[in-house]
């Protein structure tokens, strides 16, 4: 401070600068700021814009180093999971192994059996493309109708198991009733066991288990396959597995309706076969041994029963007195047997 006047201190120059004068700068800035704030903005947006080259190659280095110092305590946890993958992996075809080797056992049985074969299932592929609320609680509408070949009570399958069937069809669009809805019933078999039993939905993710054979101990992580009894679903479609709370047995889905985006509709309701007609060429039922049929007797309906026109009764003949006997007659008096 010299002179009464407060400067700042000097600079490598030696030139001084008041303390007044910069106050005073500072605060025609402010008030031009708020006279002119777009002018302050679009200097700032001009400034930005030049130095957006600048900002992004100085961005992406300190981006990927922070993601790389927050991805180091995850390093050893990715390491754990890989390994139990690889493992998981190995059990895996372990078991396609297995199957494929059961499964060519199966059909060498039934071709010895003469087994019927199960039918064979059509698939209609289809995508969710929207989610209603009416008149179930939760309702999948899917881009395929009855231009497509979908019928209502097809069952509704993503990559992990069963969705639910379908019960309304348009010309383009499907409804499906899920699962877990409170009108959902289906029949379903428990294995290991095979025990038949009935799958209810209750509006909650995870379905009950409302009824089942008596003697039938269900036990947690059984599997849930579809039955196929009154033939309106497929067999063997995989449901989700058994889970214990405190009110009895539930079902935990494999697959997640909330986050499915593509299903497959299977037809499995067959049309009903009918018996051929008879041709010309058919032989006749005297080939095999048996009697020939009877010609139809044509049954004549009773006749009325013919009733005699009435008539009067004829009148009684009128009869003559009976004639006394000879003895009696007046005038030949018979003389007693004393009189002689």
């Not at 010299?2 to 120059?13: P, S, V």
């Not at 992996?89 to 078991?95: H, Y």
């Not at 009764?313 to 004393?338: F, K």
């Amino acid at each position: 401070m010299a002179n009464g006047t407060w400067r700042i201190a000097r600079t490598r120059g030696g030139a001084h600068l008041p303390l007044i004068i910069v106050a005073a700068l500072a605060v025609a800035l402010i008030l031009i700021g708020k006279a002119q704030s777009s002018l302050f903005d679009r200097a700032r947006a001009h400034v930005m814009d030049w130095m957006k080259p600048a900002l992004s190659a100085t961005r992406e280095p300190m981006v990927d180093f922070n993601r790389w110092v927050g991805s180091i305590g995850e390093i050893f946890a990715v390491y754990q999971e890989n390994l139990k993958l690889k493992e998981e992996i190995g059990r895996l075809r372990q078991w396609h192994n297995t199957a494929i080797s059961l499964d060519e056992r199966v059909k060498r049985y039934q071709l010895l059996l003469h087994a019927v074969p199960d039918p064979v299932l059509s698939s209609v592929v289809a995508r969710v493309i929207g989610r209603a609320s009416h008149p179930f609680l939760q309702t999948l509408i899917l881009d395929a109708g009855k231009e497509n070949g979908v019928k209502p009570g097809e069952a509704v399958v993503d990559a992990r198991g069963m969705i639910g069937r379908i019960f309304l069809t348009g010309e383009r669009t499907s409804w499906v009733i899920l699962l877990t809805d409170l009108n959902s019933r289906i029949p379903v078999t428990i294995e290991p066991g095979n025990a038949q039993a009935i799958m209810a939905g209750d509006n909650s993710p995870m379905p009950t288990i409302a009824t089942f054979s008596q003697g039938t101990e269900l036990k947690a992580g059984n599997q849930v396959v579809s039955s196929g009894d009154g033939d309106i679903l497929p067999e063997g479609l995989p449901i989700g597995t058994i889970v214990t709370d405190g009110s009895g047995y539930r079902v935990a889905l494999f697959a997640d309706q909330t986050a499915t985006q593509d299903v497959e509709i299977l037809d499995f309701k067959l049309p009903p076969e009918h018996p051929p007609a008879t041709s010309p060429d058919d032989l006749p039922v005297t080939a095999a041994g048996l009697p020939p049929a009877s010609p139809p007797v044509a049954v004549s309906p009773p006749a009325a029963p013919v009733t005699a026109p009435k008539t009067k009764p004829a009148p009684a003949p009128r009869t003559q007195p009976a004639a006394p006997p000879p003895g009696n007659a007046p005038g030949n008096d018979v003389p007693d047997a004393g009189n002689e």
